[in-house]
């Protein structure tokens, strides 16, 4: 289906951060965006295996909650030498305070006690576009690049300000948000949201 202007729609996330780029991603569809918060929507329990799984637990869940069209993002930081952790754990490894710079430290910490020079990860992002009554849809985006210790930056959010994309030498955390914006794994998940669902 393709969403038609003033559309109303949930974007199932309580992280304002995301709320906001996926917000500004879907501007120039026009459409009507209220957060998960906004509507008082519960979080449910991501026990998904993948993003895409957990996306769309969350999609699923925000659009029988409210009946409305439910757009949900899992997403995470997946690090080489760490086996793809901390991968669908990300938020989790930030704890209930989403206490980012312990989850910077722990990773650096990990890679530190493995002994490697292989500080390669990507960013993965799923997107679950949930329709009532309809099969839910998955779209992924993946930017692959390093890591750098310790962190930089004041931009974005989560790992982004230790994560540098292949092709560049500041962090996600040193760019602009149009910058991040327009190179993201989100970015590129949406991309393929946009090219099957906007107008």
């Not at 952790?85 to 490894?93: D, E, L, Q, V």
């Not at 722990?106 to 949930?130: H, N, P, Q, Y």
Request: net charge positive.
């Amino acid at each position: 289906m393709k969403l038609a202007a003033g559309t109303r729609l949930v974007i199932a996330t309580h992280n304002r951060g995301k709320l906001r780029e996926i917000a500004e991603l879907l501007a120039p569809a026009r459409t009507r965006v209220h957060g998960a918060d906004e509507l008082g929507l519960p979080e449910p329990a991501e026990t998904g295996a993948t993003f895409a799984e957990n996306a769309v637990i969350k999609a699923e869940s925000a659009a029988k909650a409210s009946g409305l069209i439910a757009l949900a993002d899992d997403s995470g930081l997946a690090v080489a030498a760490l086996g793809g952790a901390p991968g669908i754990y990300s938020a989790r490894w930030a704890g209930p305070k989403k206490d980012f710079p312990a989850a910077m430290a722990r990773i650096e910490r990990e890679l530190k006690a493995k002994g490697t020079t292989d500080f390669s990860a990507k960013f993965v992002c799923a997107l679950a576009f949930a329709v009532p009554g309809k099969k839910t849809e998955t779209f992924v985006g993946e930017v692959h690049g390093r890591l750098v210790f310790p962190p930089r930056g004041k931009n974005g959010f989560g790992y982004d300000p230790i994560f540098v994309a292949e092709g560049m030498d500041r962090t996600f955390g040193e760019i602009a948000p149009a910058e991040k914006e327009a190179i993201s794994h989100r970015a590129r998940a949406f991309a393929a949201f946009a090219a099957a669902v906007l107008p």
